[in-house]
């Protein structure tokens, strides 16, 4: 059996994970920045425009997004190689 290939969803949630990690002092002010830009913890809705509520929850999903891709684990890399074939 030889080492399979992580598939493009494990490659982006290492993506995530490398880019947004919560041990890095840069990664975290960003993802701060975000949140306060993206209404994480504040309310989107604007009573006077409807545009300025649907604008507010569009930037709102990408908070949301890169929250849900850092709760994913990733699977394990595999480090050995088995083999079943017999050597020529």
């Known amino acids: 059996m030889t080492n399979p290939e992580p598939d493009k969803t494990q490659l982006t949630i290492a993506a995530y994970r490398a880019v947004f990690s919560p041990d890095d002092a840069k990664a975290k002010r960003v993802l701060d920045d975000l949140s306060w830009f ?6 989107a809705y604007d009573m006077i425009c409807d545009r300025k509520t649907s604008y507010n929850l ?5 908070i949301r997004r890169i929250r849900d891709m850092l709760k994913h684990k990733t699977e394990p890399e595999y480090k050995d190689v088995i083999s079943e074939r017999k050597p020529l």
């Open 38 to 43: 993206c209404f994480e913890n504040r309310d």
């Open 58 to 62: 569009g930037a709102n999903s990408v």
